[in-house]
């Protein structure tokens, strides 16, 4: 919703009736850690795919592709739970790119 | 009381039954999709009768039995946002454990009804009647209307849904009675057949929920600097919509059961010089008071307030103007508040009369104090006297107390 909405213009309670508003909040912004993804240990088992609660695997032809950055949150269940120890959480100030830019 | 007769419809006898009980055949003629709440005195009688009527299959309510009153709202606040009519009942602290989802259920704009047993807040713990729950959530964009007997504990619970879902309101609606005072005294209660109560409240039919087919909706998500300021202002105009939507309903209901309901009821007020406002079963006491002096020559009369949110303000100015000195009846403290929560309300709502009456403040009946009718000569007495003297005396005063 654009920030310039008035109060009689908006649904009323804050009631959300259009689909997927999260994919359009950046909600990646507030993570601190960043999952890195070493595909040379990966299985492309899924379960990462699974637990993560924002569903920011990213799927390309049956594979493990990569990560959505701008809604990943840095919680770290995927390095948790990925049975190859694959994924790494490192401090996002240590990593130099852009959310949007990388996955991997 | 009269009873106005359709032709083709035979009433129900009158019942003998307490205000628990009242409320609950009401719920029962609603079959509301979800009933969740907690026991706690001096709402027992509710929910006691009212899963009996589960349990007998009198109605389709799932019942949900939960852990504390905090899951007891929050469970209504889910079945009313997935679609569902939804009511609750509670008392004292159980009100006070549901505090947060009070703010929840009215801020999401969800219409469910909760039946609120005035019960005095602990410590030191006391399970009897004043109005300090009530006045708790007196800010919480809730409808606030106060019965004073078994009869209007039936009548405002057939109404309560009926305001509370209208698409110009769409808020919660607290039908508020006097634990013990109303909900354990058996009195004639006189109800609508089911059906002309069914039909009344209707089939309950939100514009959007959140199960939904073909397209649902989120409930409750973040609402930060940027909206939450223009959704409180929202529930402002809804407040104030609620208002007439309140009168026209209770005239409504009052063709359907000939039983006229006002925002304020009025009591020999047309030719009074002082007169008392009171607020719930205190009603009757006072009532009997006024009698008494007015058979001593006293031109007293009382106004009552039944809604008392949102406030009824032109209809108070109305019956209080003409009238040269008041004493307001409040049966919580607001502590440390320049005046209690009742006489704050009566303040506003004189302070542009073009002759404002006197006004003075009385704290009564905490904790279930007993609160008889000499208590009230004698705060009719002291009106008496300020208008004599012509000055408004310290305030508040407290009746009853040793």
Same mark, same amino acid.
């Given at each position: 919703?654009?920030?310039?909405?008035?109060?009689?213009?908006?649904?009323?309670?804050g009631?959300e $009736?259009?689909?997927?508003?999260t994919?359009?909040v950046?909600t990646?912004?507030?993570?601190?850690?960043?999952?890195?993804?070493?595909?040379?240990?990966?299985?492309?088992?899924? $379960?990462?795919?699974?637990?993560?609660?924002?569903?920011?695997?990213?799927?390309?032809?049956?594979?493990?592709?990569?990560?959505?950055?701008?809604?990943?949150?840095?919680?770290? $269940?995927?390095?948790?739970?990925?049975?190859?120890?694959?994924?790494?959480?490192?401090?996002?100030?240590?990593?130099?790119?852009?959310?949007?830019?990388?996955?991997? | 009381?009269?009873?106005?007769?359709?032709?083709?419809?035979?009433?129900?006898?009158?019942?003998?039954? =307490?205000?628990?009980?009242?409320?609950?055949?009401?719920?029962?003629?609603?079959?509301?999709?979800?009933?969740?709440?907690?026991?706690?005195?001096?709402?027992?009688?509710?929910?006691?009768?009212?899963?009996?009527?589960?349990?007998?299959?009198? &109605?389709?309510?799932?019942?949900?039995?939960?852990?504390?009153?905090?899951?007891?709202?929050?469970?209504?606040?889910?079945?009313?946002?997935?679609?569902?009519?939804?009511?609750?009942?509670?008392?004292?602290?159980?009100?006070?454990?549901?505090?947060?989802?009070?703010?929840?259920?009215?801020?999401?704009?969800?219409?469910?009804?909760?039946?609120?047993? +005035?019960?005095?807040?602990?410590?030191?713990? =006391?399970?009897?009647?004043?109005?300090?729950?009530?006045?708790?959530?007196?800010?919480?964009?809730?409808?606030?209307?106060?019965?004073?007997?078994?009869?209007?504990?039936?009548?405002?619970?057939?109404?309560?849904?009926?305001?509370?879902?209208?698409?110009?309101?769409?808020?919660?609606?607290?039908?508020?009675?006097?634990?013990?005072?109303?909900?354990?005294?058996?009195?004639?209660?006189?109800?609508?057949?089911?059906?002309?109560?069914?039909?009344?409240?209707?089939?309950?039919?939100?514009?959007?929920?959140?199960?939904?087919?073909?397209?649902?909706?989120?409930?409750g998500g973040l609402d930060a =600097?940027d909206f939450y300021?223009?959704?409180?202002?929202?529930?402002?105009?809804?407040?104030? =919509?609620?208002?007439?939507?309140?009168?026209?309903?209770?005239?409504?209901?009052?063709?359907? +059961?000939?039983?006229?309901?006002?925002?304020?009821?009025?009591?020999?007020?047309?030719?009074?010089?002082?007169?008392?406002?009171?607020?719930?079963?205190?009603?009757?006491?006072?009532?009997?008071?006024?009698?008494?002096?007015?058979?001593?020559?006293?031109?007293?009369?009382?106004?009552?307030?039944?809604?008392?949110?949102?406030?009824?303000?032109?209809?108070?100015?109305?019956?209080?103007?003409?009238?040269?000195?008041?004493? &307001?009846?409040?049966?919580?403290?607001?502590?440390?508040?320049?005046?209690?929560?009742?006489?704050?309300?009566?303040?506003?709502?004189?302070?542009?009369?073009?002759?404002?009456?006197?006004?003075?403040?009385?704290?009564?009946?905490?904790?279930?104090?007993?609160?008889?009718?000499?208590?009230?000569?004698?705060?009719?007495?002291?009106?008496?006297?300020?208008?004599?003297?012509?000055?408004?005396?310290?305030?508040?005063?407290?009746?009853?107390?040793?």
């Amino acid at each position: 919703m654009p920030d310039e909405q008035a109060w009689r213009e908006i649904a009323i309670g804050g009631t959300e $009736i259009n689909p997927g508003s999260t994919e359009r909040v950046n909600t990646g912004a507030w993570r601190s850690e960043m999952p890195i993804i070493d595909f040379s240990r990966c299985t492309h088992c899924m $379960i990462c795919w699974v637990d993560c609660p924002d569903a920011c695997f990213e799927i390309s032809d049956t594979r493990l592709a990569g990560i959505d950055l701008d809604h990943c949150k840095g919680c770290g $269940i995927c390095a948790a739970v990925c049975p190859t120890h694959c994924i790494t959480m490192v401090p996002e100030s240590s990593v130099p790119v852009k959310s949007s830019e990388s996955g991997a | 009381m009269t009873t106005k007769q359709k032709a083709s419809i035979t009433l129900p006898a009158p019942l003998a039954i =307490n205000g628990g009980e009242a409320v609950a055949y009401a719920m029962r003629q609603i079959d509301p999709e979800v009933v969740a709440a907690y026991p706690i005195t001096p709402q027992t009688f509710i929910i006691e009768r009212f899963s009996e009527y589960v349990a007998d299959g009198l &109605v389709s309510t799932e019942y949900i039995n939960v852990e504390s009153e905090h899951a007891a709202l929050s469970a209504c606040v889910g079945a009313c946002a997935a679609g569902g009519r939804a009511q609750t009942a509670t008392s004292g602290p159980g009100l006070a454990l549901m505090f947060e989802i009070v703010w929840v259920a009215s801020g999401m704009r969800l219409p469910l009804v909760m039946h609120l047993c +005035s019960r005095a807040l602990s410590a030191p713990l =006391n399970i009897l009647c004043d109005h300090s729950d009530a006045m708790a959530m007196r800010e919480s964009s809730w409808i606030m209307m106060f019965g004073s007997n078994p009869q209007e504990a039936y009548d405002q619970a057939i109404v309560a849904p009926t305001v509370a879902e209208h698409p110009d309101v769409l808020l919660p609606f607290a039908n508020v009675l006097d634990g013990f005072t109303v909900t354990h005294s058996v009195e004639r209660v006189d109800v609508l057949p089911d059906e002309d109560a069914k039909s009344f409240v209707g089939e309950y039919e939100p514009e959007r929920w959140a199960l939904q087919p073909g397209g649902g909706a989120t409930f409750g998500g973040l609402d930060a =600097n940027d909206f939450y300021f223009e959704h409180k202002r929202q529930q402002v105009e809804a407040m104030d =919509n609620s208002l007439e939507v309140v009168r026209r309903q209770l005239d409504k209901y009052a063709e359907l +059961s000939g039983r006229k309901m006002s925002l304020v009821e009025e009591y020999l007020l047309d030719d009074a010089e002082v007169a008392l406002v009171v607020l719930g079963s205190s009603e009757g006491m006072v009532r009997a008071a006024i009698d008494q002096a007015r058979a001593d020559g006293i031109k007293v009369g009382m106004l009552r307030v039944r809604l008392f949110r949102p406030f009824p303000v032109a209809d108070v100015r109305k019956a209080l103007s003409g009238v040269a000195a008041v004493g &307001v009846l409040d049966r919580a403290i607001a502590f440390g508040a320049p005046a209690n929560a009742l006489m704050q309300d009566i303040v506003m709502a004189t302070r542009t009369l073009p002759e404002r009456p006197l006004l003075m403040d009385f704290v009564y009946g905490l904790g279930g104090r007993n609160t008889p009718k000499q208590m009230f000569r004698e705060a009719i007495d002291h009106v008496v006297l300020a208008k004599e003297q012509g000055a408004e005396p310290e305030s508040p005063a407290y009746l009853g107390l040793r």
